[in-house]
């Protein structure tokens, strides 16, 4: 099977999850000998990328018209059995160019929805839901990460769910793995070993949930707990996120990192006793969580979509009965005081290696493709 792969930008350019995924997907399609074609953008000339699009900093104009010409490119030069795109806006000038080919679409979240809770004006938030129902319903099949995202896709850009497939994200279990020592490892990342550790591993958006967690490590504080809790990453969010902390006295308590580098990421989830993933809305996965349990580390979440279909198999006690603040502290001091039952490293990493290898989630997703292949084979009925 030859298969296009439409993504947004190179990892190496912009790391985050969408392209971390496509990464990881596109490494386990080839090993399962699928002829597989990248296309996306890099403004490094990443050479893992098959087709440069062109520059990830051009602007939109420029990357709807560089897709469409390298749509038609490689349909006319490789002729692709099946099409694949993982952002609506970079499948949308091309949906004309591979009309006859089977098209999956990747929905990896709600483009427009993410927007309006990040304060976009209603008429770019309308215009991207545009986009985005042109998109899915052209689509064969669409694959989402959970049931949560299956029912919005659905419920809120009207896809029919006879189309839409369930396939999880996947995880590089070669690369996140348990450590040895977990002071061997804080001592590599320069993070003090007398405290109990959580870590986040979060963009600093607002729903994202940091402020909630930071207020949840006030009241955990107040209860008498000490112990440390490290935010990774960066966001429009992280000036008023360190202030808030410091206004809640939580200086000696919390550390923002910033971004870590990315091989050192998977000693970032190993090095903690917890991850938490606070997330208050449109959370269709959580790659965080995944490579948390594949490093040997339990994951906290909330309840908010595709995360309790993540970690209620492995144990239900790790979803918090909501995503307020008071929520978490409950569940922060109920980790801290041994009442939350902690699934051991072992037991975290044999649970990640047997749902989300990315051997199994490229096979599930092989199994759309050739669906959607032989969907467009198919004779009509008259």
């Given at each position: 099977?030859?298969?296009?792969?439409?993504?947004?930008?190179?990892?190496?350019?912009e790391?985050?999850?969408?392209?971390?995924?496509?990464e990881?997907?596109?490494?386990?399609l080839r090993?399962?000998?699928?002829?597989?074609?990248?296309?996306?953008?890099?403004?490094?000339?990443?050479?893992?990328?098959?087709l440069?699009?062109?520059?990830?900093?051009?602007?939109?104009?420029?990357?709807?018209?560089?897709?469409?010409?390298?749509a038609?490119?490689?349909?006319?030069?490789?002729r692709?059995?099946?099409?694949?795109a993982?952002?609506?806006?970079?499948?949308?000038?091309?949906?004309?160019?591979?009309?006859?080919?089977?098209?999956?679409?990747?929905?990896?979240?709600?483009?427009?929805?993410?927007?309006?809770?990040?304060?976009?004006?209603?008429?770019?938030?309308a215009a991207?839901?545009?986009v985005?129902?042109?998109?899915y319903r052209?689509?064969d099949?669409?694959?989402?990460?959970?049931?949560?995202?299956?029912?919005?896709a659905?419920?809120?850009?009207?896809?029919?769910?006879?189309?839409?497939?369930?396939?999880?994200?996947?995880?590089?279990?070669?690369?996140?793995?348990?450590?040895?020592?977990?002071?061997?490892?804080?001592?590599?990342?320069?993070?003090?070993?007398?405290?109990?550790?959580?870590?986040?591993?979060?963009r600093?958006k607002?729903?994202?949930?940091?402020?909630?967690?930071?207020e949840?490590?006030?009241t955990?504080?107040?209860?008498g707990?000490?112990?440390r809790?490290?935010?990774?990453?960066?966001?429009?969010?992280?000036?008023?996120?360190?202030?808030?902390?410091?206004s809640?006295?939580?200086?000696?308590?919390?550390r923002?990192?910033?971004?870590v580098?990315?091989?050192?990421?998977?000693?970032?989830?190993?090095?903690?006793?917890?991850?938490?993933?606070?997330?208050?809305?449109?959370?269709?996965?959580?790659?965080?969580?995944?490579?948390?349990l594949?490093?040997g580390?339990?994951?906290?979440?909330?309840p908010?979509g595709?995360?309790?279909?993540?970690?209620?198999?492995?144990?239900p006690?790790l979803?918090?009965p909501?995503?307020?603040?008071?929520?978490?502290?409950?569940?922060?001091?109920?980790?801290?005081?041994g009442?939350?039952?902690?699934?051991?490293p072992?037991r975290?990493?044999?649970?990640?290696?047997?749902?989300?290898a990315?051997a199994?989630?490229?096979?599930?997703?092989?199994?759309?493709?050739?669906?959607?292949l032989?969907?467009?084979?198919?004779?009509?009925?008259?």
């Amino acid at each position: 099977m030859r298969v296009l792969e439409i993504g947004m930008s190179s990892f190496a350019d912009e790391p985050g999850g969408l392209n971390r995924m496509v990464e990881g997907l596109v490494g386990g399609l080839r090993a399962r000998n699928a002829d597989v074609i990248t296309a996306s953008f890099s403004d490094s000339g990443d050479p893992s990328v098959d087709l440069l699009l062109g520059p990830h900093s051009a602007s939109m104009a420029a990357k709807l018209r560089a897709v469409r010409r390298g749509a038609r490119e490689v349909v006319r030069d490789s002729r692709p059995d099946v099409v694949a795109a993982h952002f609506a806006p970079y499948a949308l000038p091309a949906l004309d160019v591979i009309r006859g080919h089977p098209f999956v679409f990747h929905f990896h979240g709600p483009w427009s929805l993410e927007s309006a809770f990040e304060g976009a004006h209603p008429l770019v938030v309308a215009a991207k839901r545009l986009v985005e129902r042109r998109v899915y319903r052209a689509a064969d099949r669409v694959i989402v990460l959970s049931s949560a995202f299956a029912e919005m896709a659905t419920s809120r850009f009207g896809v029919h769910r006879d189309r839409i497939r369930i396939v999880p994200g996947g995880v590089d279990t070669e690369r996140f793995v348990p450590v040895r020592s977990l002071a061997d490892a804080r001592q590599r990342l320069g993070w003090e070993n007398d405290l109990p550790v959580f870590v986040t591993v979060r963009r600093l958006k607002r729903r994202m949930g940091i402020e909630n967690l930071l207020e949840a490590c006030r009241t955990t504080l107040d209860a008498g707990h000490r112990f440390r809790l490290f935010v990774v990453g960066s966001g429009s969010e992280g000036e008023s996120l360190r202030r808030r902390a410091s206004s809640l006295g939580l200086d000696e308590t919390v550390r923002f990192t910033g971004p870590v580098e990315d091989v050192l990421l998977p000693l970032v989830y190993a090095a903690a006793d917890w991850s938490v993933v606070p997330t208050v809305d449109l959370e269709g996965f959580g790659l965080v969580c995944v490579e948390s349990l594949s490093s040997g580390t339990p994951c906290l979440v909330t309840p908010v979509g595709g995360l309790p279909e993540i970690v209620r198999p492995l144990e239900p006690a790790l979803v918090c009965p909501g995503s307020s603040s008071e929520a978490l502290a409950a569940h922060l001091r109920a980790a801290l005081e041994g009442r939350l039952p902690a699934p051991s490293p072992q037991r975290c990493r044999e649970y990640a290696l047997d749902r989300f290898a990315w051997a199994a989630v490229a096979g599930r997703t092989i199994e759309v493709y050739r669906e959607a292949l032989e969907t467009r084979r198919a004779p009509t009925r008259g």
